[in-house]
Protein backbone atom coordinates (compact mmCIF):
# COMPACT_ATOMS: atom_id res chain seq x y z
CA UNK A 1 0.00 0.00 0.00
CA UNK A 2 1.15 3.20 -0.62
CA UNK A 3 0.17 6.70 0.89
CA UNK A 4 1.15 10.36 -0.40
CA UNK A 5 0.65 12.91 1.79
CA UNK A 6 0.64 16.82 0.37
CA UNK A 7 0.11 20.74 1.43
CA UNK A 8 -1.69 22.23 -1.06
CA UNK A 9 -1.55 25.85 -1.13
CA UNK A 10 -4.88 26.49 -3.11
CA UNK A 11 -4.39 30.37 -3.80
CA UNK A 12 -1.24 29.80 -5.30
CA UNK A 13 -1.91 26.50 -6.97
CA UNK A 14 1.45 24.79 -5.81
CA UNK A 15 2.14 21.87 -3.69
CA UNK A 16 4.55 21.95 -0.46
CA UNK A 17 6.16 19.13 1.95
CA UNK A 18 5.30 15.45 0.14
CA UNK A 19 5.47 12.76 1.87
CA UNK A 20 4.90 9.02 1.01
CA UNK A 21 4.85 6.25 3.44
CA UNK A 22 4.76 2.77 1.55
CA UNK A 23 3.67 -1.02 3.50
CA UNK A 24 1.99 -3.81 2.82
CA UNK A 25 -1.25 -4.97 3.39
CA UNK A 26 -0.09 -7.63 6.04
CA UNK A 27 0.95 -4.42 8.25
CA UNK A 28 -2.78 -3.13 8.64
CA UNK A 29 -3.98 -3.73 12.22
CA UNK A 30 -7.08 -1.79 12.20
CA UNK A 31 -8.88 0.92 10.74
CA UNK A 32 -10.99 3.01 12.31
CA UNK A 33 -13.47 6.27 10.77
CA UNK A 34 -15.35 8.32 12.88
CA UNK A 35 -18.49 11.08 11.13
CA UNK A 36 -19.85 14.26 12.58
CA UNK A 37 -23.14 15.55 11.62
CA UNK A 38 -21.49 18.53 10.21
CA UNK A 39 -19.65 15.85 7.17
CA UNK A 40 -16.53 15.57 8.48
CA UNK A 41 -14.76 12.37 9.18
CA UNK A 42 -11.22 11.55 11.28
CA UNK A 43 -9.54 8.37 9.96
CA UNK A 44 -7.15 6.11 11.83
CA UNK A 45 -5.20 3.41 10.59
CA UNK A 46 -2.97 1.45 12.96
CA UNK A 47 -0.23 -0.52 11.78
CA UNK A 48 0.94 -4.06 13.49
CA UNK A 49 4.44 -2.02 14.65
CA UNK A 50 2.31 0.10 17.03
CA UNK A 51 2.15 3.17 14.59
CA UNK A 52 -0.52 4.88 14.08
CA UNK A 53 -1.75 7.10 11.03
CA UNK A 54 -4.62 9.74 11.30
CA UNK A 55 -6.16 12.06 9.03
CA UNK A 56 -8.74 14.75 9.58
CA UNK A 57 -11.16 15.22 6.32
CA UNK A 58 -13.04 18.64 6.98
CA UNK A 59 -15.61 19.78 4.40
CA UNK A 60 -15.37 23.14 5.51
CA UNK A 61 -18.54 25.13 5.05
CA UNK A 62 -20.57 24.51 2.12
CA UNK A 63 -22.81 27.15 0.65
CA UNK A 64 -26.74 25.38 -0.20
CA UNK A 65 -27.99 25.90 -3.29
CA UNK A 66 -31.98 26.22 -3.18
CA UNK A 67 -33.08 22.43 -2.62
CA UNK A 68 -29.81 20.99 -2.25
CA UNK A 69 -29.53 19.22 1.27
CA UNK A 70 -26.97 19.59 3.58
CA UNK A 71 -23.88 17.43 2.92
CA UNK A 72 -24.14 16.67 -0.69
CA UNK A 73 -21.26 18.97 -1.92
CA UNK A 74 -19.00 17.30 0.72
CA UNK A 75 -20.22 14.19 -0.42
CA UNK A 76 -19.81 14.34 -4.18
CA UNK A 77 -15.90 15.94 -3.24
CA UNK A 78 -14.97 12.98 -1.44
CA UNK A 79 -16.22 10.72 -3.84
CA UNK A 80 -14.07 12.57 -6.42
CA UNK A 81 -11.01 12.08 -4.54
CA UNK A 82 -11.73 8.21 -4.27
CA UNK A 83 -12.07 8.26 -0.54
CA UNK A 84 -15.51 5.69 -0.28
CA UNK A 85 -13.53 3.52 -2.26
CA UNK A 86 -10.16 3.77 -0.61
CA UNK A 87 -11.73 3.36 2.62
CA UNK A 88 -13.73 0.58 1.77
CA UNK A 89 -10.40 -1.49 0.91
CA UNK A 90 -8.63 -0.41 3.82
CA UNK A 91 -11.60 -1.71 6.19
CA UNK A 92 -12.18 -4.86 4.16
CA UNK A 93 -7.90 -5.67 4.71
CA UNK A 94 -7.61 -4.67 8.12
CA UNK A 95 -10.88 -6.68 8.36
CA UNK A 96 -9.71 -9.92 6.23
CA UNK A 97 -5.68 -9.28 5.31
CA UNK A 98 -4.12 -9.77 2.29
CA UNK A 99 -6.72 -12.96 1.30
CA UNK A 100 -9.47 -10.21 0.92
CA UNK A 101 -7.87 -9.30 -2.43
CA UNK A 102 -7.43 -12.72 -3.90
CA UNK A 103 -11.30 -13.13 -2.72
CA UNK A 104 -12.48 -9.99 -4.06
CA UNK A 105 -10.89 -11.37 -7.37
CA UNK A 106 -13.12 -14.38 -7.35
CA UNK A 107 -15.98 -12.93 -6.23
CA UNK A 108 -15.76 -10.17 -9.42
CA UNK A 109 -14.90 -13.28 -11.86
CA UNK A 110 -11.51 -12.27 -12.29
CA UNK A 111 -10.72 -15.61 -11.51
CA UNK A 112 -7.81 -15.71 -13.82
CA UNK A 113 -5.69 -13.10 -11.94
CA UNK A 114 -6.25 -15.07 -8.70
CA UNK A 115 -4.99 -18.24 -10.46
CA UNK A 116 -1.47 -16.52 -11.20
CA UNK A 117 -0.96 -15.46 -7.81
CA UNK A 118 0.96 -18.09 -6.03
CA UNK A 119 0.30 -17.02 -2.58
Known sequence: MRQFTVTLDFLKGT??????????FEAVASVSVKQSDDGGRDFQLALV??????????????ELQQGERPGAVSE???DAAGLPHT????????A????WVDQRE???GNLSAALDDPE
Not at 16 to 24: C, G, K, V
Not at 49 to 62: A, F, P
Not at 96 to 99: D, H, Y
Request: no cysteine.
Open 49 to 62: NGNEISVEVNSGVE
Open 106 to 108: LRT
Open 96 to 99: EGKK
Open 15 to 24: FHDRQRLNYR
Open 87 to 94: LHVLEAIA
Open 76 to 78: VSL
